[in-house]
């Protein structure tokens, strides 16, 4: 047993409810630690403490985590932001180095995930039913001209998440100008059948998927799903094993799914926690705990359909009020 299992959360941001449920399951054990880069994070006050620190982008963001790492007694360290788990896995050693675990994903599987046209690719290479993507317009232009792929379709950054700058064009003329005014764009095909999100850990111990939990999309709000609704699949859950089993993703991962008639498409995968992933949890689908049976040497036992179908998350505002920051 690990003697205190302190864990600091990366860019906490408005993800109260990650930091309120790491609280919960580490009461007694451990307390939890919360970054950000700005004050007016709420997210930052539902932790134990927390501390300001640079953009991760800037100088010296390294050396300040590593710096609250060791004067906290951290014993894990994981990120709710894409840009920070490159910087997580590339610095690896570092952390280990002092008894930190950092929960992320390998780099090679994270590289893939940042990059769609990447991710198209192995889906593609590995006979996963995937969307229609073109780095090349001309490539595009020319499946068009011959019916693989009709109009309207998104234009997105290949690199990017949080769904920004994504466009929704529907002519020629409109892909040429985006691609003229921007550059590493990316054309996408436009599904138009159902959406899920598929909340999956994979063991830290044994390397193994230990759970997955579906839900079928009903309103999306900013790249995020803001309504949704549980439900069991037997073919999509044998989907994602078989693509789990043939990525090196580790932890919390979140992936978007889409079914057209019986197929389902693979789309995006987010090696982290999703913004979906408190439907989750109040399931039952219980990931911090999971990831502490871990930190303390224990693997999970593989649990598929431990919730309930039918059960709507419905996201909803609220606010903090701070005189002082």
Not at 278 to 304: C, D, W
Request: net charge negative; glycine share 6%.
């Amino acid at each position: 047993m690990v003697d205190s299992l302190n864990i600091l959360i990366l860019s906490c941001g408005t993800r109260n409810k990650i930091v309120q449920y790491f609280k919960k399951e580490l009461s007694g054990k451990g307390k939890v630690f919360a970054t950000d880069c700005t004050p007016l994070a709420p997210a930052l006050y539902e932790a134990d403490d927390f501390f300001i620190v640079p953009r991760v982008q800037e100088e010296g963001y390294l050396e300040e985590v590593l710096s609250i790492c060791k004067d906290n007694n951290i014993k894990a360290v994981l990120s709710l932001i894409d840009p920070e788990l490159n910087v997580l896995a590339e610095n690896k050693v570092l952390f280990l180095e002092m008894g930190v675990t950092p929960v992320v994903s390998e780099k090679e599987a994270i590289e893939m995930s940042l990059d769609k046209y990447a991710m198209f690719t192995f889906l593609k290479k590995n006979c996963f039913p995937t969307v229609n993507s073109y780095v090349d317009k001309e490539e595009f232009y020319k499946d068009k001209k011959v019916g693989r792929i009709t109009y309207p379709v998104f234009i997105k950054p290949a690199l990017g998440s949080a769904s920004m700058n994504i466009n929704k064009v529907v002519s020629d003329e409109e892909v040429d100008l985006l691609f003229k005014r921007y550059e590493h764009l990316m054309v996408q095909e436009f599904m138009t059948g159902k959406e899920y999100g598929v909340d999956a850990y994979i063991d830290l111990v044994n390397g193994e998927l230990s759970s997955i939990f579906i839900k079928e999309k009903i309103k999306m709000r900013s790249g995020e799903t803001d309504k949704s609704v549980s439900v069991k699949d037997e073919k999509l859950s044998n989907l994602i094993v078989d693509f789990v089993n043939k990525t090196h993703f580790k932890g919390m991962i979140d992936i978007d799914v889409f079914k057209i008639e019986d197929t389902y498409y693979i789309s995006e995968v987010n090696p982290r926690f999703g913004g979906g992933y408190p439907h989750a949890y109040e399931t039952g689908v219980n990931f911090p705990k999971m990831l502490i049976n871990n930190l303390e040497g224990l693997s999970n036992k593989r649990s598929f359909s431990s919730y309930e179908e039918g059960v709507y998350m419905m996201k909803y505002n609220d606010v903090l009020i701070s005189k002082e920051q």
